[in-house]
């Protein structure tokens, strides 16, 4: 399991738009420089990291996440199933997870709700508005890790 005494500084982004990846990896760098972020391209590709399957069998390179950032419109396997399937799987469904996704679907939200998310954050749309949002992330990131 990744600590969250701070030896796996980790945050698991699952996110299939690569332009919305690139847009968290530079907001996260300058707002949270320790954190090292690591993509997940779908809902499949996010299990089998998790799990530590195929190409993220090395723990030393993939290690567990001390925070998963979700996306929920996701192909192969929606957000939702991942989270279905983290909180289903003992060894990782401590792992906090926080929703970004251009979703405000009350139904999306209350599923995500009743999985255990804590926090939900609409993707925004711009540069300033997205830097804010990782601070925020960042900031309640650190706050789970005392």
Request: proline share 6%; hydrophobic share 40%.
């Given at each position: 399991m990744g600590s969250l005494n701070g030896t796996s500084r980790t945050i698991l982004l699952v996110e299939d738009n690569p332009d919305d990846a690139i847009f968290a990896k530079r907001a996260f760098s300058?707002?949270?420089?320790?954190?090292?972020?690591t993509v997940a391209r779908d809902g499949e590709a996010a299990?089998?990291?998790l799990s530590g399957r195929g190409e993220f069998r090395d723990r030393e390179r993939h290690?567990?996440?001390t925070l998963i950032l979700m996306d929920l419109k996701l192909p192969r396997k929606s957000g939702l199933e991942v989270l279905e399937w983290l909180r289903g799987t003992p060894g990782l469904r401590e792992i906090p997870v926080m929703?970004?996704?251009?979703?405000?679907?009350?139904?999306?939200?209350?599923?995500?709700?009743?999985?255990?998310?804590?926090?939900?954050?609409?993707?925004?749309?711009?540069?300033?508005?997205?830097?804010?949002?990782?601070?925020?992330?960042?900031?309640?990131?650190?706050?789970?890790?005392?």
């Amino acid at each position: 399991m990744g600590s969250l005494n701070g030896t796996s500084r980790t945050i698991l982004l699952v996110e299939d738009n690569p332009d919305d990846a690139i847009f968290a990896k530079r907001a996260f760098s300058k707002v949270c420089p320790q954190a090292k972020l690591t993509v997940a391209r779908d809902g499949e590709a996010a299990i089998d990291y998790l799990s530590g399957r195929g190409e993220f069998r090395d723990r030393e390179r993939h290690p567990l996440p001390t925070l998963i950032l979700m996306d929920l419109k996701l192909p192969r396997k929606s957000g939702l199933e991942v989270l279905e399937w983290l909180r289903g799987t003992p060894g990782l469904r401590e792992i906090p997870v926080m929703v970004l996704s251009s979703s405000d679907q009350p139904q999306d939200v209350e599923r995500a709700d009743e999985l255990g998310v804590v926090g939900y954050h609409v993707k925004p749309v711009t540069n300033e508005a997205f830097l804010e949002t990782a601070r925020r992330i960042c900031q309640a990131w650190r706050a789970l890790e005392l």
